[in-house]
């Protein structure tokens, strides 16, 4: 059975990391490649790292910065923000990203997408979708961190990037955006009912449960930001909760949660003495493997 990639998502906004609360409030964290190492070293399965304000100051990522992610980090690593031309996909693949997620040039360059696809293989192009449900109940797609309105649904606008050639959809709920209440299930299933690639599910994950849940609409791949900013073992914790509930995920960190049992908020509840025990004599620091 494949497994279901965890991603840990790094936004970026004045050259900080940041965590986003509905596309309007923005808390500093700290330095990009820090929240980059960590994820990296506590068993995250890919990385997309995202300059949220690019876009708008029509920019893209230099090929510095992209080297400099690079280096903090094993897994596969996305890089998105203000790309538009085949030119970015070029230096930012060179500088060591694996893949490109684009935004407003599925609109405003679609050929970008055909072009690189035919270029580097459509494996490494994801076509990010920001989505806000309207009155009548319709998802639709907004560009530049959720102000400029594609006047299209995500389902149309995910159609549309897979035509051209793009190799997995990021769906965000901007509504659900750092509210932990939970994915908005109803919009991904219409994505994923709409194309015949991967999509990947982001916005609003608050508990590993509601990963399970989004698990169970046929994505390829769950994605949170500010859930695995909160503590350093999230990535550890939420891949055991997973894993205990039978969802097809990996967990071959050097350290487990398999022993412990986790409270309502996902955070590793008061063990007896003598597990407590038995994890000290098992536990071998990394530096020592």
Same mark, same amino acid.
């Given at each position: 059975m494949l497994k279901t990639r965890i991603i840990g998502v790094v936004l970026v906004r004045g050259g900080i990391a940041v965590q986003s609360l509905g596309f309007r409030r923005y808390l500093p964290i700290g330095t990009p490649e820090i929240a980059i190492h960590y994820l990296d070293r506590w068993g995250i399965d890919e990385i997309v790292l995202l300059? @949220?304000?690019? %876009?708008?100051?029509?920019?893209s990522p230099l090929a510095a910065q992209v080297e +400099?992610?690079? =280096? !903090?980090? !094993? #897994?596969?690593l996305s890089i998105g923000g203000g790309i538009t031309e085949v030119a970015d996909v070029t230096r930012i693949i060179q500088a060591g990203a694996d893949k490109e997620v684009l935004n407003a040039a599925l609109l405003t360059t679609p *050929? %970008?997408?055909t072009q690189a696809a035919a270029l580097f293989g459509n494996q490494c192009l994801v076509v990010s979708i920001d989505a806000r449900r309207q009155p009548d109940g319709r998802c639709m797609a907004f560009t530049h961190a959720g102000t400029r309105p594609t006047g299209l649904t995500a389902r149309q606008l995910a159609q549309r990037a897979e035509t051209l050639g793009a190799g997995e959809i990021f769906i965000t709920s901007i509504d659900r955006d750092g509210s932990r209440q939970g994915y908005d299930l *109803?919009? @991904? =299933? +219409? #994505? #994923?009912?709409a194309v015949h690639i991967p999509v990947i599910a982001c916005g609003g994950a608050g508990r590993p449960e509601h990963m399970r849940e989004a698990m169970r609409c046929g994505v390829s791949a769950v994605a949170a930001a500010n &859930? &695995?900013?909160f503590t350093e073992h999230s990535v550890i914790v939420v891949k055991h909760a997973l894993k205990s509930s039978g969802a097809p995920v990996r967990l071959d960190s050097y350290v487990t949660y398999q022993n412990f049992t986790l409270d309502q908020d996902s955070r590793a509840a008061k063990q007896p003495d003598e597990v407590l025990e038995a994890l000290r004599f098992h536990y071998i620091p990394e530096e020592r493997i």
């Amino acid at each position: 059975m494949l497994k279901t990639r965890i991603i840990g998502v790094v936004l970026v906004r004045g050259g900080i990391a940041v965590q986003s609360l509905g596309f309007r409030r923005y808390l500093p964290i700290g330095t990009p490649e820090i929240a980059i190492h960590y994820l990296d070293r506590w068993g995250i399965d890919e990385i997309v790292l995202l300059h @949220i304000d690019a %876009t708008a100051n029509q920019c893209s990522p230099l090929a510095a910065q992209v080297e +400099s992610y690079a =280096r !903090q980090c !094993q #897994v596969p690593l996305s890089i998105g923000g203000g790309i538009t031309e085949v030119a970015d996909v070029t230096r930012i693949i060179q500088a060591g990203a694996d893949k490109e997620v684009l935004n407003a040039a599925l609109l405003t360059t679609p *050929e %970008t997408i055909t072009q690189a696809a035919a270029l580097f293989g459509n494996q490494c192009l994801v076509v990010s979708i920001d989505a806000r449900r309207q009155p009548d109940g319709r998802c639709m797609a907004f560009t530049h961190a959720g102000t400029r309105p594609t006047g299209l649904t995500a389902r149309q606008l995910a159609q549309r990037a897979e035509t051209l050639g793009a190799g997995e959809i990021f769906i965000t709920s901007i509504d659900r955006d750092g509210s932990r209440q939970g994915y908005d299930l *109803e919009l @991904i =299933r +219409s #994505v #994923v009912e709409a194309v015949h690639i991967p999509v990947i599910a982001c916005g609003g994950a608050g508990r590993p449960e509601h990963m399970r849940e989004a698990m169970r609409c046929g994505v390829s791949a769950v994605a949170a930001a500010n &859930f &695995f900013h909160f503590t350093e073992h999230s990535v550890i914790v939420v891949k055991h909760a997973l894993k205990s509930s039978g969802a097809p995920v990996r967990l071959d960190s050097y350290v487990t949660y398999q022993n412990f049992t986790l409270d309502q908020d996902s955070r590793a509840a008061k063990q007896p003495d003598e597990v407590l025990e038995a994890l000290r004599f098992h536990y071998i620091p990394e530096e020592r493997i």
